[in-house]
């Protein structure tokens, strides 16, 4: 969304640009990191750092600040409010009761994909990736199986946009770095209208993507499950697993 710079409020932006500087790769800052991470000075980012936790968006030791659990109230109310997440549950819980695999409902955000839904514990636990397997975990797009299925949604002008100057991280010996490389696969998703992502988020770890799109036809998240243990060959998934999927996409097409 794009507003007059008039409605701008930069005090706004810098201190949301504080607070999403804190991830799994640094849980705790202190304000020289902060600054560096949210491309403010780091008086700023100490001024911003001192509100958010005066606030209780924050726990600090005088140093060092890191999240607190007053933060959840931001996912806690999407989660409650959205439609996307309360329609895909019963679905995913179904789906994982079935199987016995875990199954999740995923939007992009930016570079990175977001789970929005996911099934409930079924059979054997499943064995959490590195950047978690949790509600509201942020996951690189370039490297999921439901990235790609999102980044095919894209026109080729908005994808040639997300790919500007963008680098694509080497997660594991598998992980596509090239750009070219990726608006190929990206290419494949879109005619074939699914993914299978094998080992490049990952070493273990496959997973498998279908569009979820409402009734206008337009893709609102992906759909994926995620598999642990021995690789499966493509044919395989494609034979057990994208008709489970597809049929979920279907079943919830007019409630999205």
């Known amino acids: 969304m794009t507003i007059a710079k008039a409605d701008f409020i930069e005090g ?7 607070l999403e500087s804190f991830d799994t790769e640094r849980q705790r800052l202190n304000a020289t990191l902060a600054a560096e991470r949210a491309g403010i000075t780091r008086a700023a980012a100490r001024r911003h750092l001192l509100t958010l936790a005066h606030l209780g968006y924050l726990e600090t030791d005088g140093s060092y600040f890191w999240m607190a659990p007053k933060v959840l109230r931001f996912s806690g109310s999407y989660l409650a409010s959205s439609r996307l997440p309360r329609i895909m549950q019963p679905t995913l819980n179904r789906l994982s009761a079935q199987t016995g695999e875990s199954f999740s409902a995923v939007v992009l955000d930016g570079e990175e994909v977001v789970i929005v839904a ?11 990736l590195a950047y978690g397997l949790h509600l509201g975990a942020r996951l690189p797009a370039h490297a999921t199986s439901t990235g790609r299925v999102l980044l095919a949604s894209l026109s080729s002008a908005e994808l040639s946009r997300w790919l500007k100057g963008r680098t694509l991280p080497r997660l594991t010996h598998y992980t596509i770095t090239q750009a070219k490389t990726l608006r190929t696969e990206v290419a494949n998703v879109r005619a074939q209208d699914w993914c299978v992502a094998t080992e490049e988020h990952e070493v273990g ?4 993507a279908v569009p979820l799109r409402n009734i206008q036809g337009r893709t609102v998240a992906a759909l994926n499950v995620v598999l642990s243990g021995a690789v499966r060959p493509t044919a395989v ?17 007019t409630l999205l």
């Open 12 to 18: 706004i932006a810098k201190g949301m640009a504080v």
């Open 118 to 128: 996911r099934s409930g514990n079924y059979g054997a636990p499943t064995r959490l």
């Open 205 to 208: 770890v496959q997973a498998m």
């Open 237 to 253: 998934l494609e034979r057990e697993m994208l008709p489970l999927l597809v049929d979920a996409a279907h079943e919830v097409r």
